[in-house]
């Protein structure tokens, strides 16, 4: 028996039951916009995406009751998540997570949150045949929460783990909207029917369960949800929406106020280093410039007390963030 997920438009979100068939009508969304795919090349941090990114279209799909597929919405989705397979027995470790935001909307709700969480497959759910599915978003094997205020509109955000995730066999790279407050947010992603039936894109309902996203709109695509490792493992597909790859913030934790940032530009480019508290406060604002090539920068950073930070390195196309530690 075939799943049908959440209640047409006429059904206010308050009604919202599962029942034992588990029976519901599917979300309706359509299109916002297109977007152009100039994904390429390598880099020293590889960043997988889906395969749907190469050969399908760019897009940022709206839910007609409002919000976004890819994101927040109407329906109180809690979280949403991308699969990734490692074939041939493979493993590698996981650096960060990058996500390509179409639009974010920040209202004026104090302290709250994105979590980015990295898991393993040993979840269960429901697929799109509404058989129960083993193979979906399980135990956390890293999470990291950013405040609101440092994610940006219409850009790649880059989100450096302090800690490398080791990853075998497979796993889901995910956004929760838990302390995510009032706030909204829209991910780009592929157009619907450019997976291909794949099933790799997944979404915590509000009942707390995981259910494929081509089995509750039904969204046949995939989410700009995607994963930085090592870039020894060979064989890949990435992206390179970069006007600079940052290889490594260092050291960190950081002493006497100064730290350095390497990194590979392919021109001059210019750049604004901020450092956040952990609230997303702002407490210092630079702006640097990127010479062409591969090279180290010192930053000189403001006297704060010592603690847990969060930096910020906007250009263009990206934000770069690294949570640091000062001391």
């Not at 749907?52 to 279209?57: A, D, L, N, Y």
């Not at 089995?215 to 970069?242: C, E, H, R, V, Y």
Request: hydrophobic share 35%; net charge negative.
């Amino acid at each position: 028996m075939k799943i049908n997920l959440k209640h047409t438009l006429s059904v206010t979100f308050a009604s919202l039951i599962l029942i034992s068939t588990c029976a519901y009508s599917q979300k309706p969304f359509k299109s916002i916009s297109n977007y152009v795919n100039i994904f390429n090349t390598k880099s020293i941090t590889d960043t997988l995406r889906p395969l749907s990114f190469i050969t399908g279209t760019i897009t940022l799909d709206s839910a007609l009751a409002g919000g976004y597929v890819c994101g927040t919405n109407a329906y109180q989705d809690i979280a949403k998540a991308q699969i990734y397979y490692i074939e041939d027995s493979l493993s590698y470790f996981v650096k960060g997570c990058a996500l390509d935001i179409g639009n974010i909307l920040i209202n004026n709700d104090t302290d709250t949150y994105l979590t980015v969480n990295v898991y393993d497959l040993s979840g269960m759910g429901y697929n799109n045949e509404g058989v129960t599915y083993d193979s979906v978003p399980g135990n956390i094997l890293y999470s990291v929460s950013l405040p609101v205020s440092l994610l940006t509109n219409n850009q790649i955000n880059y989100i450096h783990f302090t800690d490398n995730v080791w990853v075998i066999n497979g796993y889901a790279l995910g956004i929760d909207f838990s302390a995510f407050g009032t706030n909204q947010i829209g991910l780009i992603s592929t157009s619907d029917g450019d997976a291909h039936q794949s099933e790799l894109a997944w979404e915590k309902l509000n009942n707390g369960q995981w259910h494929s996203m081509l089995s509750t709109w039904p969204f046949d695509g995939d989410m700009g949800i995607f994963s930085l490792i090592d870039g020894a493992t060979a064989g890949i597909n990435n992206i390179n929406k970069q006007d600079i790859n940052i290889i490594s913030v260092y050291p960190n934790p950081v002493n006497n106020n100064t730290l350095n940032i390497s990194y590979k530009s392919a021109s001059e480019t210019s750049a604004n280093i901020s450092l956040y508290n952990i609230h997303g406060i702002s407490l210092y604002q630079n702006n640097l410039l990127f010479s062409k090539g591969e090279k180290t920068t010192p930053v000189n950073l403001p006297t704060v007390k010592p603690g847990n930070y969060f930096l910020s390195i906007k250009t263009l196309n990206n934000n770069y963030i690294k949570n640091i530690t000062i001391l």
